[in-house]
């Protein structure tokens, strides 16, 4: 049985940031993800914002590790070469008893210690952001945008790269504690650690349950989204955020602008008791596009092209309020069981500074030396289509599948999709090379790349056409021949 220092259970966000963090000492770490990826949970589906740190009340732990986790996020991008633009945001009020509201706010922002805070009037407002009316509104220039499934990528590539092993398609069935030591059951066998990280998101209570009964329960809270068309980019610059709902937690649907230069509209807050049911529905659409035109009258409804939800961790339920703080602890029945539960919203803003912390409650458990041949691999070093004509023609002249472009609506070349199944982690779905290099996210949706990229998996790969996979273990592309070959 292989035996670890530490087991981290989830990759997602927080999962990939504490591997990432741990790599950086002479540890043995093993993360295991029963996704074919990391960042498939809900790391994957949210608004990707980087909060400020203006929602959460004073002396809670989310304002703690938004704040600190937002200060990290310059650093950490010029390092680790993830996309993020700090576009800012506007909340709005519509009327003077909502500008009141704006005042409690900013005093909570200040107390937390956001930066820059002010209250614009309508005609300030109106010159950056035409198409939003409003009666004043509050800017939070330390709000930014980052693609969510990208940060996460880079974490856990970049921890891969320092020895961290990830285990895809493995999935924590049982545990139990031995002497000093898990006894982790999986679907590929079993494993020892000394110090597990339960970092199972939505699932974070069946794991607890594996060894202790747990003392709280999980809320899963759907929101629903609606992207629109690069063509409306314009709509706006900065996120507009209503002045948050008094009830279930949540911030109010939003407008945001992403790092590819969509729009996003959502997202919707519905309790659910099913964590895995991530559908979107036609009511929470029209929901949606009733509350945009209350931000934005002109909101283009034509404009929508895809939709998508993803799911909140809570810990208290719709008649509870719906807000609870973070808990992140070491478990007081079984020692040496770190848990973090409820890591819903900020929690992609708060992961660099949460890791940080979770990696301090470990040093107290084991010794741990830092390593001498550390290394950082920019996560997003070759982008065909963002390098100049000089850049281009350099690559092409060395290697020529920079010269042939695969997926048309995103100028993706082949040398990028190699590269993107070149991954650390060693996932090679459709879906793992879509979320590297962005080939299958244009406008036709991968109807022109899917052909060329399953020749690169078959020719460069290897891998059998019948095992080539969408996303999951159980996604299989293709099932069989529709005709023989008729060779006479
Ligand atoms: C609608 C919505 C909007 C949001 N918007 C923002 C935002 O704009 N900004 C922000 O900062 N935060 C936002 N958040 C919050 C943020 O997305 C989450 O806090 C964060 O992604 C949680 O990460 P995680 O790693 O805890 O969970 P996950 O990403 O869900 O990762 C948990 C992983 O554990 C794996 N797993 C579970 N059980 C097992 C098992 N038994 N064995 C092996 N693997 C297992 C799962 O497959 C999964 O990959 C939003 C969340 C939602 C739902």
Not at 64 to 89: H, T, Y
Not at 301 to 319: D, F, H, M, Q
Not at 430 to 447: I, T
């Amino acid at each position: 049985m292989k035996n670890f220092h530490v087991a981290i259970i989830g990759a997602g966000v927080i999962g990939s940031s504490i591997a990432w963090e741990l790599s950086k000492y002479k540890l043995d770490v093993v993360v295991f993800e029963k996704g074919s990826d990391v960042a498939t949970g809900t790391s994957k589906a949210n608004s990707g914002v980087i909060h400020s740190g203006i929602n959460s009340p004073s002396s809670s732990l989310k304002a703690r590790f938004c704040v600190e986790g937002n200060k990290m996020l310059q650093p950490l991008a010029d390092s680790l070469g993830f996309s993020l633009k700090w576009v800012g945001k506007f909340v709005i009020a519509k009327n003077e008893d909502e500008a009141k509201e704006l005042n409690q706010i900013k005093k909570v922002g200040q107390e937390n210690g956001v930066p820059g805070l002010e209250i614009k009037d309508e005609k300030d407002v109106k010159a950056l952001e035409p198409n939003v009316p409003c009666y004043k509104a509050l800017w939070v220039p330390t709000a930014g945008i980052i693609l969510p499934y990208e940060f996460t990528i880079a974490f856990a590539e970049n921890a891969a790269i320092n020895n961290v092993n990830f285990l895809l398609e493995t999935e924590v069935m049982d545990l139990q504690k031995k002497e000093n030591n898990f006894v982790i059951k999986t679907n590929k066998g079993k494993f020892q650690s000394k110090i597990l990280v339960n970092a199972a998101g939505l699932n974070c209570r069946e794991i607890v349950s594996m060894l202790q009964e747990p003392d709280f329960n999980v809320h899963p809270c759907r929101g629903e989204y609606l992207v629109l068309d690069k063509a409306y980019s314009h709509l706006v610059k900065s996120m507009i955020y209503p002045i948050p709902p008094k009830e279930l937690g949540v911030l109010g649907v939003h407008i945001t602008p992403t790092i590819e230069g969509n729009i996003l509209l959502g997202p919707s807050a519905e309790f659910i008791n099913d964590s895995d049911e991530k559908r979107t529905t036609l009511k929470m659409m029209k929901t949606l596009l009733r509350e945009a035109k209350d931000i934005i009258p002109i909101f283009p409804e034509k404009a929508v092209i895809n939709a998508y939800s993803g799911i909140r961790c809570k810990l208290a339920s719709p008649n509870e309020g719906g807000w609870t703080d973070y808990i992140i602890e070491e478990s007081k029945q079984t020692p040496d069981l770190i848990n973090l539960l409820g890591i819903e919203s900020p929690g992609l803003t708060a992961a660099p500074a949460v890791s940080k912390e979770v990696v301090k409650m470990i040093s107290k458990s084991i010794k741990m030396k830092t390593k001498t041949d550390f290394k950082t691999k920019k996560i997003k070093n070759n982008r065909f289509s963002e390098m100049s004509s000089k850049e281009k023609s350099d690559l092409i002249k060395k290697d020529q599948r920079w010269g042939r472009v695969v997926c048309r609506c995103e100028h993706i070349t082949e040398a990028e999709i190699f590269n993107a199944l070149s991954n650390p982690l060693k996932s090679q779905t459709l879906s793992s090379v879509k979320y590297r290099c962005r080939a299958g996210m244009g406008r036709c949706q991968g109807g022109f790349c899917t052909q060329h990229i399953v020749r690169i998996m078959g020719e460069d790969f290897n891998i059998d056409v019948k095992k080539m996979k969408l996303k999951s273990s159980n996604s299989n592309l293709f099932y069989g021949k529709t005709r023989e070959i008729d060779n006479d």
